[in-house]
């Protein structure tokens, strides 16, 4: 085996054993530290019998044991499955179901974990963490703080670069779990690029609150790790000013954000109350971020560079970024491909496309995706001959530098959360008072869009807003929950039946 | 009505999109039960100082004064104690 997450973590390890790899609250791990908790972690699944590949999911949010759980699954040759922690037990239940795990790593105080124990049909063995708030593990769980003691053996596999690592879940709709297989190869190929192109180095001190089972984040952890410096966690932006206050004091040297974060920060906050004179760079993906909140950001920390990048967690992250010294005059592009990958501009009957024309991006390269977990439909659906179809639409200009001009899908764009308005859809569908409803993303200062619903109610009822954002609450993630809900006598459609969403996102 | 009363049911009308008192505790984290975003606590921030009257400081924005009822109502009766200093 070559290059791999737990490889570039152990020569992390090697380099700086006494260097901090983790700072969370009142709590800071060194890379030695941490390693010390992969190996019993390793050598635990070790003697409880994983074999190469098993899924191991996980329930957690951004925390050291995160980070040493996912790292120590590699290092036994499983999957790490990371769930997203915002969705409810029957989400989580659909995804552990689809995965086949043995395991789960859950937070203990995870409020949905014991109604997702309770649907889990398949055995399944519970490691918790920390302390539970949501009442009493099962008698059977097996606490994360007891696990150094049980372990066996402390050998760190070695599974070839084509195996399964990991499996992210971009889509929650129940009756399609859509599981994104990524194998050791993927992962360190995509740290690799990043690594050529960021500035990152072990003296950084990242600022991170994106959640590491998105891609992103994930992408933030693993290059930080790889590159020996100190990542930062704070899980959340409902305080902004703390996170300020911690990059202050910290003496952050690099912040990860989504456009919604930014606008937060911007709109919310007195970025200039805070020394962040040590701030070196910013980086922004999950989606275009508008040139007016980029330059006021430029203008609020002018010494911070930043970098703009796309992706999509089918590429691992990364697919194309734009360097900080081109962002002026390239604003609004998308950069171009990152090392490792090529990236093609194509048109309909898959012709690549000259400059300046709109077309569908293309990439390859090491870092894309395996497939779709049991989903080989959809993933020659994507995947055509070793390229991915983004989906995206874009031009390139002379130069080569995208300019994407947005997506063939529908989905919604909702802080740093994507949303199928399917899924919104058939939850309200539910409701026996509904004749027909469609889901739609309408555009959102900070956000950049929040969802509404337009519903039709059966004859003679009305439509209660309340009920059905109450209802949404209980099926769904609360970033899923309809903003708006609004009346409509019937929804307009095309000649074959489709909605035209993009009358309703007005 | 007292402001505890006002407050929890600004939260259940506005979050949890019920008037069934049962749902929320007073000590229940509003973060941790997945309550409130980061859009969410802005709003209640704005209905805060509109209702009873306060301005709410940028570092007074934080879970220890924002993350439960109780929080909630102590911190708004310390910030009209203070303001009726």
Known sequence: MSESLVGFLRQSVTRCAEAAALVHGDRQISYGELWTHVEAFAGFLESEGIQPGDRVAMLMENSPEYVAAYYSILAAGGAAVALNTAVRAQDLSAWVTHCGARWLIADAGHPELPALLNQSPAPLRVITVGAGLAGEPRADAVRWDDVPSQSGSRRIASPADSALATIIYTSGTTGHPKGVMLSHRNLAANVRSILDYLPIDATDRAMNVLPFYYSYGNSVLHTHLAAGATLLLENSMVFPHRVLQIMADQRATSFAGVPSTYALLLNRTRLGDYDLGALRYLTQAGGPMAPALMRRLREALPNARLFVMYGQTEATARLAYLPAERLEEKMGSAGTAIPGVTIEIRGETGEILPPDQVGEICATGDNLMLGYWHDPEATVRVLIDGWLHTGDMAYRDAEGFLYIQGRRSDMIKTGAHRVNPREIEEAIIELDWVADVAVVGVDDDILGQVIKAVIVPRPGLAVDPMRVKAHCRERLATYKIPKFVEHANELPRTASGKVKRYLLAG | ?85
Do not use: W
């Not at chain 2, 008037?19 to 229940?28: A, E, F």
């Open chain 2, 1 to 85: 009505m007292a402001a505890e009363q006002k407050i929890r049911d600004y939260i259940l009308q506005n979050f949890l999109f019920s008037q069934d008192q049962s749902l929320l505790n007073s000590t229940d984290s509003l973060l941790a039960k997945g309550i409130i975003d980061s859009t969410g606590v802005m709003e209640m921030i704005t209905f805060l100082q509109e209702e009873f009257g306060i301005t709410v400081e940028d570092s007074e924005m934080v879970p220890e004064n924002l993350d439960s009822v109780n929080r909630i109502s102590a911190f708004v009766a310390r910030k009209q104690a203070a303001a009726g200093a």
